[in-house]
């Protein structure tokens, strides 16, 4: 499965339609390429080719630092294509070499790679064999299959969780869907910004969403959605989601006081997940999981059916 990079010099539904059926991160996907130039970051995407078959894909982000380093950072990537070999941890270490090859260190460009490649002695064999060493340990995150019928993926969910999800229907809560105009999910990405003031702690920049909207109506694509409940006229929780490929991530999620009282949050998941699959949506991301500052959270995540996922590191 040896193969050589070369810049990808197609458009973002080709792009996006490399991972074929498997998951495709955000960070891989060409929406978030497109949104991160509006902070800075150059993408470089490339694909690895093999008697011109595409068996790998990666997009980095370059960046100048104190205007002599140029680092350029692959975030959940590269990614191997169904159409590729049978996973041979040999033969993608010796892509993973090809790679790192293309930086200099005497033009002080360096290369870091999170690959979307489970933890396991073999991962770390593959990248130490390609010359990496790793810097940061595993981030964990769940993707959830849509692909079964609503009732399967109903029967999925954690039992306490599923009761929450009928309580909440039993209510009087309105389920608003929107994402297609800002004003739909703009109070929530403020609740996000205090929630993240209020507990300190570090995730994409808000302002990101609008401008992967922006590059996914370019594209002819819809590339948010949002989901409110409201009880009594007020806005008692939300969440938002961002589209890429044949996947989503869950980018955001607050839900107040009233909200938690009615179990809104799940019921907002559960409609979320409906709403995806009418998109065409395979995969959803759920985000990180942080058992040790973000339990309730985690738990939360881990009730709807999904096995966790953690990855081999960030390596150097």
Partial sequence: MAGNWQNFDSDGAAW???SGHAP?????????GEAMRKFGAQPLRLVCCDDRKVIASAQLMRNRLLRFLKPAMCFRGPLWTESSDPPDM????????DLRAMFSRRRLEFVLVMPEQEASPEAHCMMRGAGFRRVMTGYSTIWLDLAADAETLRSNLDPKW?????????????????????HQYAWLLEREDAQRDAVRYVGLPTGLVEHFAGASRKGGKRGVVSLTAISNRDKVAGALF??????ATYFTGWSGAEGRALAAHNLLLWRAMMELKDCGIRWLDLGGLNTTHGAGIARFKLGMGAQPLTLAGTYL
């Fill in 90 to 97: 040999a033969a993608r270490s010796e892509n993973l070499t």
């Fill in 242 to 247: 961002l589209l890429h490929g044949n996947s």
């Fill in 162 to 182: 599923r009761n929450k999800v009928v309580r909440a229907e039993r209510g009087d809560l309105e389920i608003s869907v929107g994402g297609k105009r800002a």
């Fill in 24 to 32: 495709l991160p955000l960070q891989q996907s060409w929406g978030y």
């Fill in 16 to 18: 996006d339609g490399l």
